[in-house]
Structure formats: C-alpha cells, structure tokens
C-alpha cells in the first residue's frame, strides 16, 4: 500500500502538467466521474493542489485522499459561491458553475 501512495503520476490540470501521488491521481478520476471535467472542476482542482502543496509534499508527508478529497469539496464550494471572483481573470460565464448541479 505504501508503494501506490509513493507512486508518482503526471496528469494536466487546467493545460497544466501536474505531477500527483497515485491517490491523489484517483481521487481526481473520481471527483470527474461525480460532478463532471468541466472548467469549474479543473479549477477547484488546481486550487486544491496548490493548497495542500501536493508536489512539493512528494512522498515526505502524503496527503490522504480523504484530506484531498475534503480540500477539493472546500475549494468547488468556494468557487460557487464567488469567492474566488477576484482571485481569477479567465473564468468562464455562468456554465462554470454547471459543476455542482
């Protein structure tokens, strides 16, 4: 068990290349599949890996999918609500938030 969580993937988040732990790689697969690929999920996603410094982190101090599960929910809810309005300057109109429904 310990070797997946240590196992490094490469994913593109929002045009960007990510390099993620196998768990986090599947719990991002299983937020997609829940409420869609959509540009608002992308974001939240973008958001919660730069929250919890998931590449720096590396294998030193994993983050559980669970914790990255709950950061992600916290951010898709933030986005809905408008909070990150100012934070970002390429968002989308209205279908953006197409994501939670």
């Known amino acids: 068990v ?19 732990n196998a ?3 599947a719990t991002l697969d299983r937020a ?14 973008e958001l919660a890996l730069d929250s919890l410094d ?5 294998s030193l101090t994993p983050i559980t999918s ?7 929910l916290k951010r898709m809810d933030q986005i809905r609500t408008g909070e990150f309005e100012a934070e970002t300057t390429a ?7 197409n994501f939670l429904d």
């Open 66 to 72: 669970d914790q990255f599960w709950n950061e992600l």
């Open 2 to 20: 310990q070797e997946a969580a240590t196992e490094r993937i490469r994913i593109q988040v929002n045009g960007r290349t990510r390099d993620v």
């Open 54 to 58: 998931i590449e720096r982190r590396g």
């Open 23 to 25: 768990q986090i790689a």
């Open 32 to 45: 997609k599949l829940q409420f869609g690929d959509t540009p608002g999920m992308n974001q939240a996603f």
């Open 91 to 97: 968002l989308p109109g209205p279908e953006f938030l």
